[in-house]
């Protein structure tokens, strides 16, 4: 079993050599600057909220299942419902799967990197990088 967890990056050393993701890196390689504003800007406030509300928790080193199961809401946007480990049992969050937030979704429950941004963080490189 260890070797499969020191593939997956789940090993102690692994774990604590994990790079970190900051603002600008999410981004460049899991969403857009564009389609991030746009999905803040004109989302429905409570898929803004659950994606605030999850990223808090992940920055916070939190743990989720990964599913695999896309669904689609009544606006045609796919999204994956997630359900974060707490200590008074588990929260779920529906994250709308903008541009490569499934690859996001996947590569952090692997253990290949913490990140140290928000939401806000995030709204604020995009608003910088859509200047530029």
């Known amino acids: 079993m260890n070797f499969i967890n020191e593939r997956r990056g789940r090993n102690a050393a692994a774990t604590s050599n994990k790079s ?3 603002a600008a890196m ?3 390689k899991y969403v857009q600057p564009k389609t991030l504003l746009n999905f803040v800007d004109t989302g429905r406030f409570d ?3 659950d994606l605030d509300k999850f990223i808090l928790k992940v ?5 989720y299942n990964y599913s695999r199961k896309v669904r689609q809401d009544k606006g ?6 997630i359900s974060v480990f707490e200590s008074n049992g588990p929260e779920g969050f529906k994250i709308v799967l903008l541009d490569n937030m499934d690859h996001f979704l996947r590569e952090y429950h692997l253990g290949l990197f ?3 941004f928000t939401l ?3 709204v604020k490189e995009a608003e910088k990088s859509q200047q530029a």
């Open 20 to 22: 970190v993701l900051n």
């Open 26 to 28: 999410c981004l460049a």
């Open 47 to 49: 898929d803004v909220s």
């Open 59 to 63: 920055k916070d080193n939190g743990k």
């Open 76 to 81: 045609g946007f796919n999204y994956k419902y």
């Open 114 to 116: 913490t990140i140290d």
């Open 120 to 122: 806000e963080d995030l």
